[in-house]
Structures are given as C-alpha cells and as structure tokens.
C-alpha cells in the first residue's frame, strides 16, 4: 500500500505536466508527427515518459493485485 502511495504522489505531477503538454499541443494544432519530430532524440522528455510509464505500470500492477487478492476467489491469488 506504500509503495502504491508513493507511485501515486510521484506520478499527480507528472500526468499534469502531461496535460498540459497534450492541450499545448492541441492549441496549436500540432499533429502526432510533428510533436515526435520536436521530441525525439531528447533526453529530457525520454526521461520525463520512462519515468511516467514506470511509475503507472508499478502504480497499476499494484492495484490490480490488490483487487484480485480481495474479490478473486481464495487460492488464485497469492497472500500479500
């Protein structure tokens, strides 16, 4: 459960940075091509998006465990 809070307070600023770079982008009528074409080979959003992932596929897998453990039937899923 902590380590579910900690993916979760790591990732509330990073889905806002996000938001905020998909509305830029839909402001100023980039298409999918051109935003790859500013981004691509830079380290910083590399890092920004491997960071993201990271942290919501821990976050996700996390709870999806947590929902099978308590509504899956007993023996399918592990004790946590």
Do not use: C, D, N
């Not at 380590?3 to 770079?21: E, G, N, S």
């Not at 830029?24 to 080979?41: D, F, N, Q, V």
């Not at 959003?45 to 929902?67: M, N």
Request: hydrophobic share 60%; net charge positive; glycine share 12%.
């Amino acid at each position: 459960a902590l380590l579910q809070r900690l993916t979760a307070l790591m990732m509330a600023p990073l889905v806002i940075a996000h938001l905020v770079v998909i509305l830029y982008a839909s402001h100023k009528g980039l298409a999918a091509a051109e935003i790859l074409g500013r981004t691509r080979g830079s380290l910083l959003w590399g890092g920004f998006y491997t960071v993201f992932v990271a942290a919501a596929a821990l976050h996700a897998a996390i709870g999806v465990r947590a929902v099978l453990h308590e509504w899956g039937p007993v023996g399918l899923v592990g004790s946590a």
